[in-house]
């Protein structure tokens, strides 16, 4: 198997990973438009983020691993007391029921994945200003302390997962998740995330995850759309 058919396989398995639905695009017209649950747009257009995130990857990461997991969560919530539910009612709801593991990790990654595509903009990270700016001062004594931490973070979750900047009561701190999981589910307000499976990176750094994380902390992060999630 060569490099380019490694990678779309790699890319296929990744967006079935944690599904455990058959017939995956079956979802129903009918269904579907009674669910409050229906993909984001992405907010710029798909090359907006080069050189850092290519438009290639954009084209599989949202139109395809994103998708997948938007469609599966309507398929799954048919007829079930989720149908009329929103992601995050869906997530809150069904986090820790063992019965309900599949609904809860495409809803889950549903929204890590919307969560993401607001966390960047173009021309985005760097320092912030304003409250934000404030707050990072105060809870991690500085913005460099807060970049090593978010860096350690993003480089040593194990696995697929993700990192996050989240407010703890009037605190903010950086945290990662496992898979699917999300801040929500322990009481933390998400203000940014990155995404650190494979597939959100490969594409691009192949395995030097490194260079993701600082070209999402220099040139991606969307500080305006973090202070707008801050709870006073």
């Known amino acids: 198997m060569d ?26 017209r009918a ?3 009674d669910s409050p649950v ?5 907010p710029y257009a798909k090359d907006a983020l080069e050189p850092y995130i290519s438009l290639r990857t954009l084209e599989f990461h ?15 919530i048919v007829g079930t007391e989720y149908g009329g539910l929103s992601l995050k009612e869906i997530i809150q709801k069904s986090s820790g029921k063992p019965d309900q593991t599949a609904i809860f ?12 595509w607001k966390s960047m903009k173009s021309g985005g990270g760097g320092e912030p200003k304003g409250r934000i700016g404030q707050a990072i001062e105060k809870s991690f ?16 979750q194990f696995g ?43 594409l691009d750094y192949q395995n030097r995850r490194g260079d993701y994380v600082r070209a999402y902390l220099d040139h991606l992060i969307n500080w305006s759309f973090a202070e707008s999630n801050l709870i006073e």
């Open 141 to 156: 004594g500085s913005h460099a302390q807060f970049e090593k931490e978010f860096s350690e973070a993003a480089l040593t």
């Open 38 to 42: 229906s993909p984001a747009s992405l």
């Open 3 to 28: 490099r380019r058919d490694f990678l779309k396989l790699s890319l296929s398995l990744s967006a079935m990973a944690f599904l455990d639905v058959p017939d995956q695009w079956s979802v129903s």
């Open 31 to 33: 269904a579907a438009a």
């Open 105 to 116: 990790n495409n809803a889950a990654q549903s929204f890590n994945h919307e969560f993401f």
């Open 160 to 202: 697929s997962g993700w990192a996050w900047l989240v407010q703890d009561g009037t605190a903010l701190k950086v945290v990662k998740t496992a898979n699917a999981d999300t801040p929500m589910t322990r009481g933390w307000v998400p203000l940014l995330t990155l995404d650190v499976w494979e597939h959100a990176y490969y």
């Open 62 to 76: 949202f139109g395809k691993h994103y998708q997948a997991y938007i469609d599966n969560t309507r398929k799954l």
